[in-house]
């Protein structure tokens, strides 16, 4: 097996680059005062971006931090509702979400990784169970993203 062709592709899958939009095309143009409002009884656009970063920062910690600790289920993975949300907040979130995305992007690229080897702390789990948990994940809730901002007349055609 050609080990750069797999690197390759999941970088592809984590950045949204075949089936799915990424992150990047989402997230684009989302203003502060949008992201908050909760459209038929759905989650709002930055509680969904809130989740994901939580659930990306948790399984890329785990894979990489002996000392992780993951918050609590399910209330560590959900922020707390606010209609209060500054343009600063939302950058913020935003900017620490790419971090971590890049992070795990990262944890990819680097050859002196198996990703199919068991994460030595990691109750049996390998990284690339990892990593691809962190790309199913981010993409289901960026599809709800992408419908939150449709349903509310903010999507780019």
């Known amino acids: 097996m050609d080990e750069t ?14 089936a799915h939009v990424g992150a990047e ?19 709002s656009i930055w509680e969904h971006l809130e989740h994901m970063r939580l659930a990306q920062e948790d399984i890329l910690r785990y894979a990489t931090d002996p000392n992780w600790k993951s918050p ?11 209609d209060a949300l500054t343009d600063e907040m939302w950058a913020a979130s935003v900017k620490k979400f790419f971090a971590d995305l890049e992070e795990v992007a990262a944890l990819v690229e680097n050859s002196g990784i198996d990703l199919t080897s068991v994460i030595p ?3 049996g789990h390998t990284y690339l169970r990892e990593v691809l948990l962190v790309a199913d994940h981010n993409s289901y809730h960026l599809g709800q993203i992408v ?3 449709k349903t509310l007349g903010d999507w780019p055609e």
Do not use: C, F, Q
């Open 5 to 18: 062709v797999l690197r390759n592709n999941l970088i592809e899958l984590l950045k949204g680059a075949s």
């Open 25 to 43: 095309r989402a997230l684009e143009g989302v203003k502060a005062e949008l992201a908050v409002v909760r459209p038929s009884g759905l989650h």
């Open 121 to 123: 702390h990691g109750e």
């Open 72 to 82: 609590p289920w399910p209330d560590g993975y959900w922020p707390v509702e606010t």
């Open 147 to 149: 419908h939150i901002r």
